[in-house]
């Protein structure tokens, strides 16, 4: 959830051009959040529908919500250009609540009517104050509201860390201490899992203060050839797989995963390419790209060669790894091919896929209680095709809503607000 401006990419001047290249990547993301929701439920959307073969691929929508978290904290950081005061915290706080509630309490009261469960006054009210989670479950046909509890705390964070001057890399350890702590020396999930949570928000604020930037601009190969690596890494990421599933390291945590999603220990194996993604969308450097690079393409590798490993001893379901592994290869090739461009001019991508970062925040939003309400449609059938029908009507209509919110309902209610000022997009 970030803010970029919401203007011609002809109008931008060039130091700015590359926000866009950031918005598409947030629309890409959660187009992918989307796509992983409509397929993984799909049994919700066609009634007792199941994809088999290489077709029960996930898509990597925790992966996405955990590069949302460091790109909220990235935009944060670039559009508070003077550090806070506690005179400026109403203001800075109006400004969030003013982008973000509007769109969020429809598509709560839009997930209560397509809802078949009747949800306690508790929850309703939990759910509408950002509480969900804290004090009452989220309500599932919004299922996705889950990480905006968490980014409002985020926002709240980000006022002392500010008006304070703490460094964001001091932060960064100090709040990985206190999850570590308190998840191994005095077991407190909440605590710990919005520590964690933090951490990524807060590598987006210190990426913002990096002002080194690189000599020419990155190819438009590279970055698709990130978007498919970012396609195949969640499920190839093999540090994940020997941190959660062979040392455990997240047990502790998994009574309260498994009632509300949330942030773990082994989700910081993903910082590496979530921070490659940022420096390339967003032509900015660091001293640690090169290795930060090479663990992306080094970790999908070795899980790689664990399953064929693996393969020599016992039987796997290779099927629904063969597009993670073909969005890994697709990934390499159009790296190399990107490293070998000699580009000189701004490279934008499509302007379809930076309209969709335009409209991310509803989308992210509103496509759950959209998957809900088709569900309930009968009319087509109860066969492939028929899903297929829904999962692609749904779709369009979940965009449709969702250019609506934010480019017709959000621009005149912010003028309701702030009459004066031009609207932007988060």
Excluded at 136 to 155: G, Q
Aim: net charge positive.
């Amino acid at each position: 959830m970030a803010e970029i401006l919401n203007l011609e990419s002809s109008k931008l001047p060039k130091s700015a051009s590359f926000e866009f290249n950031l918005e598409a990547l947030r629309g890409f993301a959660a187009f992918t959040v989307v796509l992983s929701h409509y397929l993984g439920f799909s049994s919700i959307m066609q009634n007792g529908y199941k994809a088999t073969g290489i077709f029960k691929y996930a898509f990597p929508g925790h992966f996405c919500v955990l590069l949302f978290f460091i790109l909220s904290g990235y935009v944060i950081g670039l559009s508070t250009k003077s550090k806070l005061t506690w005179s400026t915290t109403l203001p800075y706080a109006k400004k969030r609540i003013i982008r973000l509630y509007p769109i969020y309490i429809i598509c709560i009261v839009l997930g209560l009517f397509v809802s078949n469960d009747t949800y306690s006054l508790k929850t309703v009210l939990s759910n509408i104050f950002f509480l969900q989670g804290i004090t009452s479950k989220v309500i599932f046909e919004v299922n996705t509201i889950w990480s905006l509890n968490f980014e409002i705390l985020f926002y709240i964070l980000f006022i002392p860390i500010s008006i304070y001057s703490i460094k964001p890399s001091f932060a960064i350890i100090f709040f990985l201490i206190v999850g570590l702590f308190f998840q191994f020396i005095i077991p407190i999930t909440l605590v710990n899992t919005y520590s964690y949570g933090f951490c990524f928000w807060l590598i987006g604020l210190y990426l913002a203060t990096t002002k080194s930037t690189t000599k020419k601009y990155q190819s438009i190969y590279s970055l698709v050839g990130l978007i498919f690596l970012m396609l195949s890494f969640e499920s190839l990421n093999y540090l994940y797989e020997l941190s959660h599933f062979k040392f455990l390291l997240d047990k502790p945590l998994d009574n309260y995963i498994n009632e509300r999603p949330g942030v773990t220990l082994s989700d910081l194996t993903n910082v590496p390419v979530i921070v490659v993604l940022i420096l390339f969308f967003s032509n900015k450097n660091l001293k640690l790209k090169p290795l930060l690079v090479g663990y992306t393409f080094i970790t999908p590798l070795l899980f790689i060669l664990f399953q064929i490993y693996k393969s020599t001893k016992l039987t796997l379901d290779l099927d629904s790894y063969i597009f993670a592994y073909t969005f890994y290869i697709l990934g390499i090739i159009f790296m190399i091919i990107g490293k070998g461009e000699k580009s000189v001019s701004i490279n934008l991508l499509p302007k379809y896929i930076i309209n969709i970062g335009s409209i991310s925040y509803a989308l992210y939003l509103i496509h759950f209680p959209v998957m809900i309400f088709f569900g309930k449609i009968n009319i087509f059938g109860n066969d492939t095709v028929s899903y297929i029908i829904k999962f692609f009507t749904s779709i369009l209509v979940s965009i449709v809503i969702a250019y609506l919110l934010e480019k017709k309902l959000q621009p005149y209610i912010a003028s309701i607000f702030r009459p004066n000022r031009k609207t932007i997009s988060n």
